[in-house]
């Protein structure tokens, strides 16, 4: 089993930054790969980014690349989310995801989300 459990979000002006937190516990094996996903009121659940702890290699959504950056700390069993240059279409809860797997994003558990707002 693992456990995911978010902090960080909060209600920012545009162009501001933000920094999500993952902290994760449980057995490693089932969370290789950690990421983020969003969802805004009324539309469908976005992978934002993602990463995978055995290679450190990263992957981002269209919508936040080059704004974005997802990071993991292995001796605190954290991922963050550092986002940059916020754009209120940026306004979603965001959830914590891990699975298993080397290369391919399953996610097969879930942190209970983060709400994240951005003002114009």
């Known amino acids: 089993q693992v456990q995911l459990v978010e902090s960080g979000g909060g209600l920012v002006q545009a162009g501001g930054s933000l920094r999500l937190s993952c902290v994760a516990s449980?057995?490693?094996?089932?969370?290789?790969?950690m990421g983020w996903f969003r969802q805004a009121p009324g539309k469908e659940r976005e992978f934002v980014a993602r990463i995978i702890w055995s290679s450190g290699t990263t992957l981002y959504g269209d919508s936040v690349k080059g704004r974005f950056t997802i990071s993991g700390d292995n001796a605190k069993n954290t991922v963050y989310l550092q986002m940059n240059s916020l754009k209120p279409e940026d306004t979603a809860a965001y959830s914590c995801?891990?699975?298993?797997?080397?290369?391919?994003?399953?996610?097969?558990?879930w942190g209970q989300g983060t709400q994240v707002t951005v003002s114009s």
């Open positions: 995801a891990a699975g298993p797997g080397v290369y391919s994003f399953t996610p097969i558990y």
């Open positions: 449980g057995r490693t094996s089932s969370r290789n790969i």
